[in-house]
């Protein structure tokens, strides 16, 4: 697969210990989205030469039936589980219903079908949401379940949470290696753009965008500009998920993430910059802030010598050349 110019930059180490074949089948659920297809791209580059995905319309995750003839079938050695209903805060809390069944299901027929079939080794990728919404900061994996979560999204963190625990009920009484991981909030190519769907980043890119080929002077930030967040670029995330896959065998989730955090004024003021530096920024009240602050403690993947390569700005101004290279000639600037 060719390497999209806007990576090129962005060469990843090959990490000096090698733990998982590179000809045995590895089935990546959801590699159209945006950590599936980063993940695509990184196994790729690592000579993976057996990987396996199934579209939507060619396996529907939730249907455990459906999900075990396809393990059955294709036999895949390792399973790395990025597939799942997602969406920003508004997305989140417009659909909880969704976000729960959905979540629920996919991760249960997976694990499941991995389990009985015999998969070697499972990554299944929650989500930082999943932590307390006011725990001490930054937040440690041994946090989880300590505390009230945020409302936004409650229900797909539920979710999440449930996925990780059927990770550890799996090792528990199967034996099985199945591992998680909790990615902080991320950003990059093939990311969702629509605006009432989007994360913030996306959204972000497409308003100022829309605003600068509209000559529009304002663009409206949601929420008061004051909550933090922190962002990964998504090929740093499948960057440690390989790293993951190769090195990390124990029970126990682990967080993956920068390491720092900005507030979202501060984080539009960056996108501004990069895509429409006359523009003025208002914020809109009637829009929800969600969590104050989600900063992820990452000490113990530092500490097995894993760490973030892509900065913001950088990986900001990357995001933004993918998105206008998906635009019609005609919009491009
Ligand atoms: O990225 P986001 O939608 O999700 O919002 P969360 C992050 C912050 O950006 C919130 C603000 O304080 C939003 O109010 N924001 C400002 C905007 N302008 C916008 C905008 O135009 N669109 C969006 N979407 N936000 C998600 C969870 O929470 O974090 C998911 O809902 C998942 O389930 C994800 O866990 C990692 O960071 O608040």
Known sequence: MRTPPFLATFAFPCYPRRMISRTAPIFVTGHRGMVGSALVRRLSAAGFENILTATRQEL???????????????????????????????????????????????????????????????????????????????????????????????AYAIAKIAGLKSCEAYRRQFGCNFISAMPTNLYGPNDNFDLNSSHVVPALIRKFHDARLEGAPKVAVWGTGNPRREFL?????????????????????????????????????????????????????????????????????????????????????????????????????
């Open 233 to 333: 670029h998504v090929d740093d995330l499948a960057d440690a998920c390989l790293f993951l896959m190769d090195r990390y065998d124990e029970a126990a989730t682990i967080n993956v993430g920068a390491g720092e955090d900005l507030a979202i004024r501060e984080l539009a003021e960056l996108i501004r910059d990069i895509v429409y530096p006359e523009a003025e920024i208002v914020f809109d009240s009637s829009m929800p802030d969600g969590t104050p602050r989600k900063l992820l403690d990452v000490t113990r993947l530092h500490a097995r010598g894993w760490r973030h390569r892509i900065e913001l700005r950088e990986g900001l101004a990357a995001a933004y050349q993918w998105f206008c290279e998906q635009q019609p000639v005609a919009t491009q600037v």
């Open 60 to 154: 529907d995750l939730r249907d455990q039936t459906a999900v075990d003839s396809w393990f059955d079938r294709e036999r895949p050695e390792y399973v790395i589980h990025a597939a799942g209903t997602v969406g920003g805060i508004h997305a989140n809390r417009s659909r909880p219903a969704d976000f729960l069944y959905d979540n629920l299901m996919i991760h249960a027929t997976v694990l499941h079908s991995a389990c009985r079939t015999g998969v070697s080794k499972l990554l299944y990728l929650g989500s930082s949401c999943i932590y307390p919404r006011d725990c001490p900061q930054p937040i440690r994996e041994e946090y989880l379940l300590s505390g009230p979560l945020e409302p936004t999204n409650d």
